[in-house]
């Protein structure tokens, strides 16, 4: 059965940090890409980040830039999205995505029609 569980997520001050988990099960991890997206309350859900196959290569959203990271761990089939600097724009629901096989190392998804799973997501929320 194919899992992706999200943690981390929590309240947080302005300029603060949080990094969030998503370990992969149910299927081959090491052959996957995997991306971050969110969702806000009245909004359509966006991508965030993403990491390749490799996790040679990465890609985020403009709005993330220089205050996030994307990192992944293949002994523990664990994605990563380490936040600092949180701004009163980030809270939403941040949800993993998972490509499960893919041939490229180094290509990233930045689009939600690429990826296979989603998990349940996690809330991150941020008080000025």
């Known amino acids: 059965q194919v899992q992706l569980v999200e943690s981390g997520g929590g309240l947080v001050q302005a300029g603060g940090s949080l990094r969030l988990s998503c370990a992969a099960s149910g299927r081959t991890f090491s052959r996957s890409r995997m991306g971050w997206f969110r969702q806000a309350p009245g909004k359509e859900r966006e991508f965030v980040a993403a990491?390749?196959?490799?996790?040679?290569?990465?890609a985020y959203a403009d709005s993330v830039k220089g205050r996030f990271t994307i990192s992944r761990d293949k002994a523990k089939n664990t994605v990563y999205l380490q936040m600092n600097s949180l701004k009163s724009e980030d809270p939403a629901v941040y949800y993993c995505?998972?490509?499960?096989?893919?041939?490229?190392?180094?290509?990233?998804?930045?689009?939600?029609?690429?990826?296979?799973?989603w998990g349940q997501g996690t809330q991150v929320t941020v008080s000025s």
């Open positions: 995505a998972v490509k499960w096989i893919v041939s490229s190392t180094s290509y990233v998804g930045t689009k939600r029609n690429e990826y296979d799973d």
């Open positions: 990491v390749s196959r490799s996790g040679d290569s990465t």
